[in-house]
């Protein structure tokens, strides 16, 4: 099952570099942010997540950087691997409940070796 | 580690049948949700459920649109007369519900609908 498109944004890296893939969300009261993985005919995958009150969060190998000024998120992968290659999404929890998540349009990963 | 189960992984109907998609959420978790995706596009958000009603839906998640919880572990999205453009993956999700904000929605692995 395919859950990504042809005019998804594409990020190529090496296996070994460091990977960051960037977000732009859309709602400044927002307070609750996650990065999930798609591959290829799965759902999201969570990988990280981080609250307003924090402008960084570091995990195994990725680290999320919160922008709040220019609403802006980052992932950090350290050390890309093949099994990395998929599709990042940001999502934000906009207020007025813990609820829906409002999803980023998603970064394709392809990593090479 | 639990997750969050979907049947049918792919589901081909007619235009105008109705469709159940079903989902068995993670067994301790509270909250639950439906989210779709149509092909090349982005994940939205469609409704949630919490104490067996429905807390909050979108503008897609019309009348012909609907979500029980028929038993304790079994939650379902029928779609009463499908149009093409319901055509997509759609996900469950599920969360515990506890307190703290930081409480992570787990996604199925998604159930394709083609309508034809």
């Known amino acids: 099952g395919e859950s990504v498109g042809l005019h998804l944004p594409t990020l190529s890296v090496q296996e070994g570099d460091n990977s960051i893939i960037n977000c732009a969300y859309s709602?400044?009261?927002?307070?609750?942010f996650i990065w999930y993985k798609q591959e290829s005919g799965k759902g999201p995958q969570f990988i990280i997540d981080i609250r307003s009150n924090m402008d960084k969060r570091q995990g195994q190998r990725v680290t999320v950087l919160l922008n709040k000024t220019v609403k802006h998120l980052s992932l950090q992968i350290a050390a890309t691997q093949p099994g990395d290659s998929a599709v990042y999404f940001c999502a934000e929890n906009p207020p007025g409940g813990y609820n829906k998540l409002i999803f980023g349009a998603g970064t394709r990963l392809a990593v090479h070796p | 580690e639990p997750e969050v189960t979907q049947t049918p992984s792919h589901q081909v109907t007619q235009m105008g049948q109705e469709v159940i998609l079903r989902c068995v959420p993670i067994s301790n978790h509270l909250y639950f949700y439906w989210y779709r995706q149509i092909l090349g596009q982005k994940v939205e958000f469609l409704v949630s459920f919490y104490n067996n009603e429905i807390s909050e839906k979108s503008e897609i998640f019309d009348d012909q649109f609907s979500v029980e919880r028929p038993d304790g572990s079994n939650f379902t999205l029928k779609i009463r007369s499908t149009k093409l453009e319901d055509s997509a993956m759609y996900f469950c999700?599920?969360?515990?519900?506890?307190?703290?904000?930081?409480?992570?929605?787990?996604f199925g692995p998604g159930t394709r609908l083609t309508v034809l």
């Open positions: 709602n400044s009261a927002s307070d609750y």
């Open positions: 999700a599920s969360r515990r519900g506890r307190l703290a904000i930081t409480d992570t929605q787990y």
